[in-house]
């Protein structure tokens, strides 16, 4: 599925992360700076306790994460020296994105989860919004759509109208899943008011992983359409990729850098750019295989094979197709599954295997029926929850 998050859904959301920005940039955060204003203010152990929680995991979506991990290991010993259930909940919670930004951990959503049980228990409505946004948007990357519709509903009706940080992580992943049953009207409306929300919560962060996002999903669709209906799709795309890098560079970094680059490769193989995309695949796609996003490695291992072949590298194009095959397994999501054996098709037919790739192209077609019928199925069960942006 297309958009795991940056922060991140979607598939970005999906790896491990960025290496910290250089000793002397600054983190250029409007939230950073209410939270630290909010720690200078407290005027108990508990609640500096609970913003300093907030803002180690501020500094983790900025790649700084050795300094995450160190305010969090302190908050830890405080905690098992004075107790406190409020406390409690947000380094569960903490723990449980720390899991996510590192590796894309199942456990993620096991601690997000117990961090929700304590936030009701002690009737932290805010928090327990907060989690269900992000149980919701970590169901969506998983196909779990019954809890990702659970979770959305529950947050749309526990979170505050000018609670910004639940409400724009439920527009984004409302905004995701609208775009992925193909409702992209829908989807633009949900974006417009996650970015709304973003903004008036001063979290640059945020804005970051929105922009990863949306143009993550035009990609996706993209890439469909050339491997799907043969059509050329990828005008302006460029431009928001690197719209992303420039971003993150003037707010002084962010996490998962392998996936901007990848995201700006898979373009350039829809424009027919095999030089540049090879360079940015063969620079970035092993650490990010390594660090949690192998499910992702079938698809963008056949596009590489695909720009082998196009730079007259047959018999590298041939070992790279394979190697993409042996990646292909249950956990790759259906559309990553029909557009490698798309484009394995392809690499087959260039290489001169006709009936290899008659039987991949024949693989494509039934993956990609499969997953109309997902996109179908999704849609009527969106209309059906009937949120409405707010």
Known sequence: MSGASRS??????????RAPAAAGEVIKNRLLTRIEAEIAAATNQTQ????????????????RMEQARSELTGLHQLAFQHPHPELGAWLHFAEGLMSYYTDFSSSSHEKIARAQQIARAAGLADLEALCAAWLSQLAYVRHAEDEMLAQAALCDRLAAADDHGARYRLCMTLGLAHQHANLNTEALAWYSLARRHALSDGDDASLSALMYNMAEMRTAQARRASLSEAVKAGEGLLLGADSIKHYDAAMGGSVMPDLTPLLRAQILVVEGQFAQAL???????????????????????????????????PERALMQARESEFE?????????????????SQVYAALGQAEVAAQQASLAASEWREFAAHQAQLAARLKALALQPR
Not at 283 to 301: D, I, T
Not at 329 to 342: F, G, I, K, L, Q
């Open 8 to 17: 991140p859904s979607g598939k970005r959301a999906a790896g491990a992360a």
């Open 279 to 313: 360079e940015l695949y063969e620079a970035h796609l092993p650490q990010a295989m390594a660090n949690g996003l192998a499910r992702l490695g079938s698809s963008l291992l056949a596009d590489l094979a695909w720009c082998r072949v196009n730079l007259g590298q």
């Open 48 to 63: 500096s306790a609970c913003a300093r929680a907030r803002r180690a995991l501020l500094l983790a979506r900025h790649g």
């Open 328 to 344: 292909l397994d249950a956990h790759c999501d259906v559309d990553d599954r029909a557009a490698t054996h798309s484009r394995l």
